[in-house]
């Protein structure tokens, strides 16, 4: 990669090279674990002209959403995260929403109980299909300025549309954001949820850099990622989700206004961050090389001893720890995950079985390691039958700990 994909500078500086990795949802069957499995650099550079995080764009997006591993209805905290949302936005009868990558319908499902009129535009056949069969109206295509402009001439423009952890997957930021222009109304609103860079780079949460996520937002970042789509950033909000997001309200820039308090205070705390200079991430690469030893020695330990340590999840995010850290099945002989299209699988790069969650009540092991950490509160009270035979959970980010 050798210029900014936002604003086309050539000033790229390092920020981690993981090494090279398989695409983190490319789960395997059982016939492929014979067969090459292709690899790619995960290298994470800066531009120090705009400030937008980012990766090479080495797989394209049809490669990875034609058909998805990823269904966001089995996070119950995620789906009432979504239902809350809706709740706040005070919809009448006359409104239209779309949402972008709606998946499988997990939050369209709260605007449809309400009997007001939505759409889903989700690229993967095979989530869409699940969104459809819960009675959500979805559309199978990636957003691009032409797709935004044929769902507006059929079904008029949108009130509210809705883009939740995809801003982050389209390499083509302007065709996406001139995309969302297309859909919302001159008077309408757009609201965006994406990890934030902050808290990124502030908690160690390197094992969110995988290649379906092309770039790392900063607000100063997404403002001008907004403003190259005709969309002018009007407010923001911090959020929990995702160990650290932030959700961008944007409006038509000729409708927009000044943005709000909020806005400036987080350009604030970034730029104090050190987010805007080179500063700010110059640690960032020694604070990942120590999870990945401490969790190493965790795992090493725990074999010498006798100790059962197994996984729990199979997410994206898991599978960068897992292959930047180079565990394999003698470490980590299984992990289990709640989405049944996974079972009898394994996971990329270091094949590690995937296995229902009923394993783990039958093999009672002495450490579950929580892959998707982000998810902390959620699981700690899933698996407290853990605790019955003196388990442990063990979450190796921001820092390792067992609870």
């Given amino acids: 990669m050798k210029t900014c994909r936002l604003c086309g500078s050539a000033t790229l500086a390092s920020v981690v090279d993981l090494g090279a990795t398989p695409p983190c949802e490319r789960i395997l069957t059982e016939a492929e674990l014979d067969a090459p499995e292709p690899a790619y650099p995960l290298h994470l550079r800066v531009c120090t002209s705009c400030w937008l995080a980012q990766i090479p764009p080495l797989i394209t997006p049809e490669e990875t959403f034609t058909e998805y591993a990823y269904f966001s209805s089995y996070s119950t905290s995620w789906v009432e995260h979504a239902r809350r949302f809706v709740d706040g936005l005070a919809l009448d009868r006359d409104a239209f929403v779309v949402e972008v990558a709606s998946n499988d319908g997990y939050l369209l499902q709260h605007v449809v109980e309400r009997g007001v009129r939505c759409l889903g535009v989700e690229p993967s056949e095979n989530v869409g299909k699940a969104a459809r069969e819960r009675g959500v109206p979805t559309r199978t295509a990636f957003l691009t300025p032409e797709t935004g402009a044929a769902v507006r001439a059929e079904h008029g423009p949108a009130s509210v549309v809705v883009a939740n952890n995809v801003y982050a997957h389209i390499p083509d930021i302007v065709g996406f954001t001139q995309g969302l222009r297309a859909l919302v109304a001159d008077d309408g609103r757009v609201s965006i949820e994406v990890q934030h860079l902050l ?32 969309l002018a950033l009007v407010d923001v909000e911090l959020l929990p989700t995702h160990g650290g997001s932030i959700r961008l309200w944007a409006a038509p820039a000729e409708h927009a206004g000044e943005p709000s308090q909020a806005v400036l205070d987080v350009l604030g705390r970034e730029k104090a961050a050190g987010l805007t200079e080179l500063s700010g991430y110059a640690e960032f690469a020694a604070r990942v090389g120590k999870v990945r030893r401490d969790l190493l020695r965790f795992l090493i330990d725990a074999a010498d001893q006798g100790k059962k340590v197994v996984g729990y999840g199979a997410p994206g995010k898991g599978n960068t720890l897992l292959n930047h850290c180079g565990i394999r099945p003698d470490l ?47 699981l700690t009270a899933q698996l407290s039958y853990v605790h019955e ?15």
């Fill in 199 to 230: 808290t990124l780079i502030e908690l160690n949460q390197y094992d969110t850099i995988y290649h379906e996520h092309f770039q790392y937002y900063s607000v100063a970042a997404a403002q001008r990622a907004l403003a190259t789509g005709g």
């Fill in 332 to 378: 980590l002989p299984y992990t289990v995950d709640m989405n049944p299209y996974k079972h009898g699988k394994y996971t990329p790069g270091a094949r590690i079985p995937i296995l229902p969650p009923e394993r783990i009540a039958e093999d009672r092991p002495d450490y579950v390691l929580i892959l998707p950490w982000n998810l902390r509160e959620e």
């Fill in 389 to 403: 035979w003196g388990g442990r959970l063990v979450f190796p980010i921001p820092t390792l700990e067992m609870v």
